[in-house]
């Protein structure tokens, strides 16, 4: 296996058999030579320095009823809110008050936050805090209103695809979404000037090797800035409540590789990952990831976006705990950055120009 961890790391891409290989025969051995390889990769690129961003969940209204969700439209047990845009500015004055500059504004596709609501609120988030970046991960919107937020100051957008394969992707979703639709909005992102994020779930029930070989050679093509991955996480009040979640290991890996075929992107060792294992943030920038993202939220929320079942967002996971993650950091070597922690590219070596 080494030959081929060796070869993606220098020509950062793989033949599909190569690939296949690498995903069915990662043993204990394996994982920790390509996490090891992942993390020289991104130690020479960033240093051993960690970007942090600072999360604020704004709405837990969702439109969609995608079926692994737990703030899907149709759970009716979940308590709802809706941050106001003098919530979110607290929130963002707190924050920047703790050294983050980057702030990142989730939720689900809520009706009641129109366009120009969210135009309002980066607006004035842009106006009050013009030295920080603004990133979005509201789900996906007709391009002029993600035109409208890019003039208004947003300066990044996460938008994961979840998976490329569509047999794959109706699985995972109800009849009216569409992997073209999502496949367009990200491509409008792109071509708009967002640094765009996009990743999937590992794990994710129906998932097979096949379809992660279309996840990586779709984000091969893409080339986003941002490419976020964690385990699938099952939450109770959803169809796939009773499905096993992913793997620390099938995620690690598929880190590695990430890192290894994309050098510069920012890669987050997500909330999932801590989540499913108290040192899962840790192994994940041992793995090769830069960012961590906070929890900046107003605390009485946190526990109401609950995406998948005990969804961490205290201790480590939350802005107060900047100490407590900064310890952490430590005892592996790293430390928190406090810069923007924009983009920068570097020329790919693989010169692939399929159609994506």
């Known amino acids: 296996m080494k030959q081929w961890i060796n070869k993606l790391r220098q020509e950062r891409t793989l033949r599909q058999e190569e690939f296949r290989q690498l995903l069915t025969g990662c043993d204990a051995e394996t994982l920790r030579y390509i996490n090891e390889q992942a993390r020289e990769v991104s130690l020479l690129h960033f240093g051993n320095r960690i970007y942090i961003r600072g999360l604020i969940e704004i709405s837990n209204y969702c439109r969609n009823n995608c079926l692994y969700c737990g703030i899907r439209k149709g759970n009716p047990h979940i308590e ?5 845009e003098e919530n979110i ?4 004055k707190q924050g920047y008050e703790r050294g983050f500059r980057t702030f990142v504004l989730q939720g689900g596709e809520d009706p009641a936050l129109t366009d120009d609501r ?3 609120t980066v607006a004035a988030i842009r106006q009050s805090y013009p030295d920080c970046a603004i990133t979005l991960s509201l789900g996906e919107k007709p391009r002029e209103a993600y035109e409208r937020f890019f003039q208004a100051g ?11 394969n569509e047999l794959h992707y109706k699985q995972l979703h109800p009849a009216e979404m569409s992997s073209k639709q999502r496949l367009q909005c990200l491509r409008d992102l792109k071509d708009i000037g967002y640094q765009t994020g996009t990743g999937i779930m590992v794990g994710s029930p129906g998932q097979t090797v096949e379809h992660i070989i279309e996840d990586i050679r ?17 939450h109770h009040d959803t169809p796939f409540a009773g ?12 880190l590695s590789i990430f890192r290894l075929m994309h050098p510069s992107a920012l890669i987050p060792a997500t909330t999932a990952l801590a989540t499913l294992a108290p040192d899962g943030r840790e192994r994940g920038i041992l793995a090769g990831a830069n960012v961590v993202m906070p929890n900046l939220s107003p605390r009485e929320e946190r526990k109401k976006y609950e995406l998948y079942n005990d969804k961490a967002s205290l201790g480590a996971e939350s802005a107060e705990g900047l100490a407590l993650l900064q310890k952490q950091l430590k005892a592996i070597g790293y430390e928190i950055s406090t810069e923007r922690g924009d983009f920068k590219c570097n020329a790919p070596r693989n010169k ?3 159609q994506i």
């Open 352 to 354: 692939n120009k399929e």
């Open 80 to 84: 709802r809110y809706r941050l106001t």
């Open 118 to 120: 969210i135009e309002k």
């Open 89 to 92: 500015l607290e929130c963002c």
């Open 243 to 254: 499905y096993p979640g992913g793997t620390v290991e099938q995620t690690l890996l598929l």
């Open 218 to 234: 779709f984000i091969e093509q893409l080339r986003p800035e941002m490419i976020g991955l964690g385990p699938f996480l099952p």
């Open 154 to 164: 947003a300066n990044r957008y996460l938008l994961r695809h979840e998976t490329r």
